[in-house]
């Protein structure tokens, strides 16, 4: 096994990354109940650029004063107040050479806390699956969310712009549009979530149409040379771990191609375990089959800490860049650890994330 690869410099649509490996976003309720950036987000965000790593994006970051929220204190650019806060936080990333993507979510069906509104709104008006999430202050079923009107989604678009515009006068790097999970985009590409009759809803091509024309929309405002635009994609979602689709390679053709043209820089895959085939019956992974049809930059995320299985899924897998969730949680100084041969550490998560979700002090001591 040669981790050289690791370290090697890449370059996303202008955007030199010192190495192949970035943190993942996750979402760390540690904001301001405004949804302003506190300084210890400062502190936790430049931590991962210290120790290493070439990327961070941050955790889902909230569009607009209406239905995109998802958690209290979940951090927000749909302000330019807030954007001028996120500014602390790219130049502490920039001062220790990393570069930094601002990940922007609306929320869609799965919202636990939204200080704007109490209704949600999703593709059709279908109870989403399971409960919501404790460590994020969650209680109890989700609300059943409202159909989304032909108006609101035009508001949706305009608002992912404008807080891509935002995050890019404030020095972000790039912006990844959160299009998995259960949330708002993923609520429309997923089968029994839209239910809508529309040009939206039944064929996978209708389905992922909302989510291209987000994409080329902003791609048109805030495109250049230095800065770079991605979306975030995935079968399972927060609430329904085992989702899959019912298309197999087929839906996947048909999605990451449709990506593939609108003007997108990157896919980013997340799966429980990155490396495993994506459908049953079907021996290649979905790292792979998104490189193959969208001919994109991919960067993987699920289970890559083990260094080995980074350097497989960079080397033979199909993927670009691999992020890491828990593992850089566990060691924030993950990169540095893995070129100096030295020990890491287990995620010990009922430190981390339990009882609540929020930054601990012990995370961002020297």
């Known amino acids: 096994m040669d981790k050289n690869i690791l ?22 309720i540690s904001a301001t109940e405004e949804g ?22 941050t955790e889902g970051t909230y569009i607009d ?19 001028k806060e996120w500014k602390k936080v790219v130049d502490a990333v920039h001062s220790e050479g990393g570069k930094i993507f ?9 919202s636990q806390g939204n200080r704007y509104t109490d209704e949600t709104i999703a593709p059709s008006a279908v109870q989403p699956k399971g409960e919501q999430l404790k460590f994020y202050v969650g209680e109890g079923e989700f609300k059943l969310p409202r159909t989304i009107t032909g108006e609101e989604m035009n508001e949706v678009k305009n608002s992912f712009v404008a807080a891509a515009k935002r995050a890019k006068s404030v020095g972000f790097d790039g912006i990844e549009l959160h299009g998995a999970n259960g949330y708002l985009l993923d609520a429309f590409l997923t089968e029994y979530t839209n239910l809508r009759t529309d040009e939206y809803g039944g064929s996978t091509e209708n389905r992922v149409r ?22 975030r ?23 990451f191609g449709a990506l593939g043209k609108s003007g997108l820089d990157y896919i980013h895959i997340t799966e429980y375990e990155a490396w495993q085939p994506a459908f049953e019956g079907n021996e290649t992974s979905l790292v792979s089959l998104a490189k193959k049809y969208s001919q994109l930059p991919i960067i993987a995320n699920g289970h890559l800490e083990d260094v080995e299985r980074a350097v497989d899924i960079l080397t033979n897998g199909g993927a670009d860049i691999v992020t890491l969730g828990k593992g850089a949680l ?5 990169v540095n650890k893995v070129q100096k041969g030295e020990f890491l550490s287990d995620f010990k998560p009922n430190e981390v994330l339990h009882p609540v ?10």
């Open 7 to 28: 370290f090697d410099y890449f370059t996303i649509n202008g955007t030199g990354l010192r190495n192949r490996v970035g943190v993942a976003p996750m979402t760390r």
């Open 36 to 57: 302003f950036i506190t300084d210890v987000m400062v502190n936790y965000y430049r931590s991962f650029a210290k120790g290493g790593f070439g990327l961070v994006i």
């Open 65 to 83: 004063d209406k239905n995109s929220q998802t958690y209290y204190h979940q951090p927000g650019i749909a302000l330019d107040g807030q954007a």
């Open 102 to 110: 601002m990940q922007l979510q609306h929320t869609g069906p799965l």
């Open 210 to 231: 909302f989510l291209v024309e987000i994409a080329n929309e902003v791609s048109l405002a805030v495109a250049g040379s230095n800065f770079t635009i991605g979306m």
């Open 233 to 255: 994609i995935s079968q399972s979602q927060v609430n329904d771990y085992f989702y899959k689709w019912s298309g197999k390679e087929e839906d996947a053709k048909i999605i």
């Open 330 to 334: 566990a060691n924030h100084d993950w």
């Open 357 to 366: 979700a929020n930054i601990k002090d012990f995370e961002i001591e020297e």
